[in-house]
């Protein structure tokens, strides 16, 4: 089984939501740079990730409640963002995945995204459950949101996976490595086509960083 981010990793949507995050933290009064979004919340259940960018700010205050009503902002805000957005597949997504069908290797898809907001990005590409992908986790299926193992944990036993040495997880954040290694997956992926850099990847020590998800392939 083969366990992929969404945004960023499989699906091309410009970082839309983590300008979204931005333009919603700094209307609330707060002055986040779009590399200080990326690198305090990519990945991360959105919610978790707008805390932790007010509590980067204001270490000594409770944010807790600020950090929700501004998470109800972002909803809305990202909601009519992608009613608007060109969103697409990255162009060798639907490709690999056929590939990894025909090996008879499991395609997850997961996010930190509530249900909602991934199914919208899913019916905007017209992604379906059992032809593109196998299965879809987010953040609303767990208790614990990146970089905890629930989601991967959650995939596995769908499928009645037992030994995570035969899970790979691939995505575009130290977040998705981190959730990754915690689950202990056999190999664990960084991408560089979304919101952090091959250094910021590597920082967290995956098995491998690539340019895409053609290279996947090469080690299957």
Do not use: H
Request: with cysteine; proline share 3%; charged share 25%.
């Amino acid at each position: 089984m083969i366990v992929f981010d969404m945004a960023g990793t499989t699906i091309d949507e410009g970082n839309a939501v983590y300008k979204t995050v931005q333009k919603v933290v700094n209307d609330g009064g707060y002055a986040a740079s779009l590399d200080e979004v990326l690198l305090l919340g990519a990945g991360k259940e959105k919610l978790q990730a707008i805390t932790d960018i007010l509590k980067s700010k204001n270490p000594d205050q409770d944010v807790d409640e600020e950090a929700f009503q501004l998470f109800q902002k972002f909803k809305v805000s990202l909601e009519e963002t992608y009613m608007n957005l060109e969103i697409k597949p990255f162009s060798d997504a639907e490709n690999v995945f056929g590939l990894l069908k025909q090996k008879n290797i499991k395609v997850v898809l997961n996010t930190g995204y509530d249900y909602v907001t991934a199914s919208t990005l899913l019916k905007k590409i017209n992604w379906k459950m059992g032809r593109e992908y196998d299965a879809l986790i987010t953040a609303d299926d767990v208790k614990n949101g990146r970089p905890a193992p629930d989601m991967i944990l959650k995939a596995m036993a769908l499928f009645q996976i037992i030994n995570p040495d035969e899970v790979i997880k691939v995505g575009d954040s130290i977040v998705d490595i981190e959730e990754g290694k915690a689950a202990n997956c056999g190999i664990v992926i960084g991408v560089t086509t979304g919101a952090q850099t091959r250094k910021q990847l590597n920082s967290a020590s995956p098995s491998y960083v690539f340019d895409n998800l053609t290279a996947l392939l090469e080690i299957i």
